[in-house]
């Protein structure tokens, strides 16, 4: 898998896609990042990406016209036997749909991962008209400008790739994988201050340990995000189990 990123701020992913899990993909050439600077596609000696704004509104938008550019080099670098539709352009705005965990598994199946980074008040729009570009928010607050979202995105679709991860089955049981918060996990010493790990993790019964996990991530989804529970499938036991936390809950 190839992902692009284009931002007007490449010095910012330097440090990030060196490290830990993303950086050895790269390395064992798992998958191929490339960053590339906006201000490469611009025409005039100033190198400028961003404008005021029609209307007057405050603040300045980047221009179409470098990043209209910029996309054309990308989607040419991809091989030529490619599928068309195994290539997505996003555009990450605060304005964009909710980027979630079954986003970045589509996003994993790709051959090329086009990321467009918004700065500043915005960007024109007819980068997201003209060029098809879907627009992904990864929250709803505003941060400085679209390049951690990037990186938020291109981790969370990286780990998800064959052979990135030792263990396949460590991604399946994390948060959101399955619509659910991922249960609690422990590890040595099993007596910290007097916390101790709960019995059945030291059990070696799989069985229990399976449906105890279970128990906890239902919990804790309960807790924290029940309106998740809305949209997973869930069995007479889980239902069962939810019902007694909301009686527990209720007194």
Same mark, same amino acid.
């Given at each position: 898998?190839?992902?692009?990123?284009?931002?007007?701020?490449?010095?910012?992913?330097?440090?990030?896609?060196?490290?830990?899990?993303?950086?050895?993909?790269?390395?064992?050439?798992?998958?191929?990042?490339?960053?590339?600077?906006?201000?490469?596609? #611009?025409?005039?000696?100033?190198?400028?990406?961003?404008?005021?704004?029609?209307?007057?509104?405050?603040?300045?938008?980047?221009?179409?016209?470098?990043?209209?550019?910029?996309?054309?080099?990308?989607?040419?670098?991809?091989?030529?036997?490619?599928?068309?539709?195994?290539?997505?352009?996003?555009?990450?705005?605060?304005?964009?749909?909710?980027?979630?965990?079954?986003?970045?598994?589509?996003?994993?199946?790709?051959?090329?991962?086009?990321?467009?980074?918004?700065?500043?008040?915005?960007?024109?729009?007819?980068?997201?008209?003209?060029?098809?570009?879907?627009?992904?928010?990864?929250?709803?607050?505003?941060?400085?400008?679209?390049?951690?979202?990037?990186?938020?995105?291109?981790?969370?679709?990286?780990?998800?790739?064959?052979?990135?991860?030792?263990?396949?089955?460590?991604?399946?049981?994390?948060?959101?994988?399955?619509?659910?918060?991922?249960?609690?996990?422990?590890?040595?010493?099993?007596?910290?201050?007097?916390?101790?790990?709960?019995?059945?993790?030291?059990?070696?019964?799989?069985?229990?340990?399976?449906?105890?996990?279970?128990?906890?991530?239902?919990?804790? #989804?309960?807790?924290?995000?029940?309106?998740?529970?809305?949209?997973?499938?869930?069995?007479?036991?889980?239902?069962?189990?939810?019902? #007694?936390?909301?009686?527990?809950?209720?007194?």
């Amino acid at each position: 898998m190839r992902i692009d990123i284009l931002t007007a701020f490449p010095g910012v992913f330097a440090g990030p896609f060196g490290e830990s899990i993303v950086g050895r993909a790269c390395r064992r050439d798992l998958v191929d990042v490339f960053v590339h600077d906006l201000r490469a596609f #611009t025409t005039d000696r100033h190198k400028t990406v961003d404008d005021y704004a029609y209307g007057g509104s405050p603040g300045m938008v980047l221009k179409a016209e470098p990043i209209f550019r910029g996309v054309g080099h990308l989607r040419r670098q991809v091989d030529a036997s490619s599928r068309p539709d195994r290539s997505r352009i996003v555009l990450l705005s605060a304005g964009g749909r909710p980027f979630v965990q079954d986003t970045a598994r589509s996003f994993a199946e790709l051959d090329q991962l086009v990321l467009i980074c918004g700065h500043y008040k915005g960007v024109d729009e007819r980068v997201a008209t003209g060029l098809g570009a879907e627009e992904y928010s990864v929250g709803d607050f505003v941060v400085t400008g679209g390049e951690i979202p990037a990186m938020m995105i291109a981790d969370a679709v990286i780990r998800l790739l064959p052979g990135v991860l030792g263990e396949m089955a460590s991604a399946v049981t994390d948060s959101h994988y399955e619509g659910l918060l991922g249960n609690a996990v422990y590890t040595r010493p099993e007596n910290y201050q007097e916390w101790r790990v709960p019995e059945v993790l030291l059990s070696g019964h799989h069985g229990r340990i399976e449906r105890w996990e279970r128990q906890d991530a239902l919990k804790k #989804t309960y807790q924290h995000r029940p309106e998740l529970l809305e949209t997973v499938e869930l069995t007479g036991e889980d239902l069962t189990y939810l019902r #007694t936390l909301q009686r527990n809950e209720n007194g």
